[in-house]
């Protein structure tokens, strides 16, 4: 599975639009990327997955340009409760390997 | 919206004891995981079941553990034999079809003491 590189943290203000960006130069035709969010103590949560350009759902949206090594996943309007770490997984039906993730901070 | 659910959700025992965590995955899902996340570190791939047999796992899980789908809803991890470094939180994941995203339990906190 490919590797992925993602910054280690972030802070962003309540309100701001954050943007999380991944590499992944390594990718296969076959993997998708996946992004998780996960709070102290609790199990990793599954925000948005996608293959190809650009896909939205109620919390995020995912950009994944052409040749697919980058994606960047986009939280609108950020609040405290975002406050967690973020991770970029390259997954191919079998197990996902999760890298060190993004520590968003979010500030009043 | 249906959910994994772990227990429980905290676990202490003795170094060499054995230990069974266990998975309720949901319910129309085929594919089971385990992972473990050793406190501030980040999450580790242990194992993946499907149709029965374990399909994938890592070098950490070795012969001290095991895993079983004892009937159709149940997903349990064991631990032989304890140790003080398996201390973690242990996860449990199942997905649906074959590229489908995880969705994980809250998971159980194991302490060796």
């Known amino acids: 599975l490919a590797k992925t590189t993602q910054p280690i943290s972030m802070d962003s203000y309540e309100g701001q639009e954050v943007n999380i960006t991944c590499s992944h130069n390594?990718?296969?035709?076959?993997?998708?990327i996946t992004w998780y969010q996960q709070f102290p103590s609790q199990g990793p949560r599954f925000i948005i997955q996608?293959?190809?350009t650009k896909v939205t759902n109620e919390v995020a949206s995912l950009f994944i340009p052409a040749d697919r090594k980058s994606s960047t996943l986009s939280l609108p309007r950020v609040s405290l409760s975002d406050t967690a770490v973020y991770y970029c997984?390259?997954?191919?039906?079998?197990?996902?390997?999760f890298g060190d993730g993004t520590t968003l901070t979010v500030k009043p | 919206e249906p959910e994994v659910t772990q227990t429980p959700s905290h676990q202490v025992t003795q170094m060499g004891q054995e230990v069974i965590l266990r998975c309720v995955p949901i319910?129309?899902?085929?594919?089971f995981y385990w992972y473990r996340q050793i406190l501030g570190q980040k999450v580790e791939f242990l194992v993946s079941?499907?149709?029965?047999?374990?399909?994938?796992k890592s070098e950490i899980f070795d012969d001290q553990f095991s895993v079983e789908r004892p009937d159709g809803s149940n997903f349990t991890l064991k631990i032989r034999s304890t140790k003080l470094e398996d201390s973690a939180m242990y996860f449990c994941a199942s997905r649906g079809l074959w590229n489908s995203p995880l969705h994980f339990g809250n998971g159980t906190r194991l302490t060796v003491t």
């Open positions: 390594n990718i296969a035709t076959n993997d998708y």
């Open positions: 079941f499907y149709n029965n047999e374990i399909s994938e």
């Open positions: 997984l390259v997954t191919n039906a079998g197990k996902s390997t």
């Open positions: 319910s129309n899902h085929l594919y």
């Open positions: 996608g293959y190809k």
